[in-house]
Structures are given as C-alpha cells and as structure tokens.
T-cell receptor
Framework: GQQVMQIPQYQHVQEGEDFTTYCNSS?????IQWYKQRPGGHPVFLIQ?????EVKKQKRLTFQFGEAKKNSSLHITATQTTDVGTYFC???????????FGKGTLLTVNP | DVKVTQSSRYLVKRTGEKVFLECVQD?????MFWYRQDPGLGLRLIYF???????EKGDIPEGYSVSREKKERFSLILESASTNQTSMYLC????????????FGNGTRLTVT
C-alpha cells in the first residue's frame, strides 16, 4: 500500500532559526496536504498542493510539491515560539481519496 | 466554521467491554473518518465512510467496526476492548468526493485497563 515517510522525527531549534521537514511517498500522489498539531490539540489543516512543482507561501511558511509529485517539503523561516507543534504531511493517490499521513515532525523552539 | 464533536474527551474502560466512540459534524460533510494516534506512529486510518450506511476499511480495521446511520454521525465500535487499543482516537470529516481538507474533532483519549 501507499507509504508516506516524513523526516526528521524531531527538530529542536533556537528561536529565529529556520526549520524544514520533508515528506516522501512510495507512489505518485494526486495531492499532498499539510497539517499542524499544537501540543494537546488536534491536527489543523494548513495547505494543499496539487500541481507538479507547485510552491505556496503562507507568511513565514513555504510549501513545495516535487516535480514527480512524490515528495514535498515545509520550510519555516525565522521560527517563533508559536510555531511549536507537530507538522504532518498527508497524501492521496489516483482515484483513492484516502489520505495517508506521515508520522510527523515535532518542532520545539527554544526562546 | 466546521465543528466536529467527539462525545468524550477521556474514557477509561475495562478489557472485554464493548466501547462506543461517537462523532458528530455540523457541516453536512459527506466523508467521515476515524484515526488513531500513537506516539511515534502518527495517524493511522481505521475506517472511513463516504456516505450514509457506507463504510470502507482503512489501514488498521482489526478489532473495530463502524456505523453511519445518519450523515452527520459516525460511530466507532470496539467490540471487545483490549489493552492494545489504548490510544488517542480522532474523528474527521471532509466535503464531497474530492481531496478536500480534513476537519478534526478534539479527540478521545481511551484507556483500556
């Protein structure tokens, strides 16, 4: 079945440093979604990418979808303490609308 | 705003008990999902439903069943709870037959003793 790998599992940064998490799929994806889960909270949708090579920005967050639609990344510039949480990618392929989640990257930020 | 409501935030049950986890959404979404979340394992799909009375197995359906008698309600059933079903259970809903975003409930922390 479809597998989505996400690295790193953990990342600790100093406030102001950049952060990147990477997502790789074993199969071509029709779309990829990114979610953020604050400590003690539930996952909240951030963005969806559907086109090959697509790049989207949300303030300090930059999301990319690879040319082959098998990988994606989330980059945060100049992290803040409010960025703390677990970031998940989730992908689906072809006519199967079922989303498969990566295991997530837990980001902690030292003020 | 979409609201997905899970009936209990915390639940403690004994091994062998039948457990019902209830989820209700208020945005007329066609799709509903049950995930479990465990440390180091991320979110794993148990069951999902695209329509009333319709259900499909996810990646880890063993030991679980579901019921969707009404569009807004999706129930997860543990026929005979076991300790390895201790977990955080997350319900989600989404719109239509598309890759639309998931809206999650706050989760139910189930402990089976």
């Amino acid at each position: 079945g479809q597998q989505v790998m996400q690295i790193p599992q953990y990342q600790h940064v100093q406030e102001g440093e950049d952060f990147t998490t990477y997502c790789n799929s074993s199969t071509t994806l029709s779309n990829i979604q990114w979610y953020k889960q604050r400590p003690g909270g539930h996952p909240v949708f951030l963005i969806q990418l559907v086109k090959s090579g697509e790049v989207k920005k949300q303030k300090r967050l930059t999301f990319q979808f690879g040319e082959a639609k098998k990988n994606s990344s989330l980059h945060i510039t100049a992290t803040q303490t409010t960025d703390v949480g677990t970031y998940f990618c989730a992908g689906s392929g072809g006519s199967n609308y079922k989303l498969t989640f990566g295991k997530g990257t837990l980001l902690t930020v030292n003020p | 705003d979409v609201k997905v409501t899970q009936s209990s935030r915390y639940l403690v049950k004994r091994t062998g008990e039948k457990v019902f986890l209830e989820c209700v959404q208020d945005m007329d979404h066609e799709n509903m999902f049950w995930y479990r979340q465990d440390p180091g394992l991320g979110l794993r799909l148990i069951y999902f439903s695209y329509d009333v009375k319709m259900k499909e197995k996810g990646d880890i359906p063993e030991g679980y069943s579901v019921s969707r008698e009404k569009k807004e309600r999706f129930s997860l059933i543990l026929e005979s709870a076991s300790t390895n079903q201790t977990s955080m259970y997350l319900c989600a809903s989404s719109r239509g037959r598309t890759n639309s975003p998931l809206h999650f409930g706050n989760g139910t922390r189930l402990t089976v003793t």
